[in-house]
């Protein structure tokens, strides 16, 4: 079990976060959801030891890993039990996708090279990759590709936590549900427990067990989705209705409870439509789904931009 009690954390007169407290049973999926700068990401990197607090600490079964006195050293013999899958899948570009997951291995372990192998193969097929992709450069690879790169990296350990910073923010409909999909399935063959912080609210009500909601460095909610869906709390009712529609509009709540058919995913409800840009960044990765359906292809004028 994980427990975060009291913690703060302030960079100059900056207080990121104030008392934070945060209680995560084994074998639990736990989202922590939140505005974008709201501390989601300090939390993290004190949860996995890049960072200590200036007060409060955190405590994995029952003892100390983390307070103002802990140094990075000590936490050392703990940081094996955690995965981490950073924002953005945080690959080593000059090595290819097999020496990016041995690197872990190679560091943290004494397996045989045939081990290692061995374990490269199960990990990318954990995440739905044929073993010769371990040959790829990571330049060579879309947004979703290196997510899920990332993520079999994380595996590789077999961790008994694993954290995700923003799995699926660059990811589209169909393989942020394989994601969620994978996160569940760890958990129920695996034991394993997971944290994930993420802004996705239809993921979050899909796996979550349990979830906590932070703004301003402080949690304001702490209960299962069903609880966060009943609450009083005017801005934490915006926050989750808002969320749904960040970057699709999603039918139902329950629309990635069944395989996903792409004709139940909308744009954007509000604002004016726009023509579906070209898939130049990462983050448009989601947008050959929208080119699929035809119904939302905007008619682009000959030889001009189609403003409207
Ligand atoms: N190393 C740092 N030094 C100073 N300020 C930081 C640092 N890391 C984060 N912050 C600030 O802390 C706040 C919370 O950031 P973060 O946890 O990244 O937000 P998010 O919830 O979007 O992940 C932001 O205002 C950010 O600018
Ligand atoms: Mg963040």
Known sequence: MLKVEHLKKRFGNHVVLNDINITIGKGEVFCIIGQSGSGKTVLFRHI????????????????????????????????????????????????????????????????????????????????????????????????????????????????????????????????????????????????????????????????????????????IFHGTPGEIRESRNPYIQQFIRGQKKHHYAIADEDAYAVPINISKVKPRAVGPRRPVPAPSTENAAAAPSDMANKKFQMPVRPGGQNNQ
């Open 48 to 219: 996995i030891g890049l960072l200590f607090p200036d007060g409060g600490r955190i405590l994995l079964d029952n003892e100390v890993i983390s307070s103002p006195t802990t140094k990075p050293a000590d936490f050392d013999k703990v940081r094996k039990r955690f995965g981490i899958l950073f924002q953005g899948a945080a690959l080593f570009d000059s090595m290819n996708v097999g020496e990016n997951l041995a690197f872990p291995l190679r560091e943290h372990t004494k397996m045989t090279e045939k081990e290692i192998s061995k374990l490269i193969a199960e990990s990318l097929e954990m995440v739905g990759l044929k073993e010769e992709f371990k040959t790829k450069m990571p330049s060579e690879l879309s947004g979703g590709m290196r997510s899920r790169v990332g993520l079999a990296r994380g595996l590789v350990m077999k961790p008994e936590i694993m954290l995700y910073d923003e799995p699926t923010s660059a990811l589209d409909p169909i393989m942020t549900d394989k994601i969620n999909d994978l996160i569940l399935s760890l958990r129920d063959k695996l034991r394993m427990t997971s944290i994930i912080i993420t802004h996705d609210m239809a993921s979050a009500y899909k796996i979550a067990d349990k979830m906590a909601m932070i703004q301003d460095g402080k949690i």
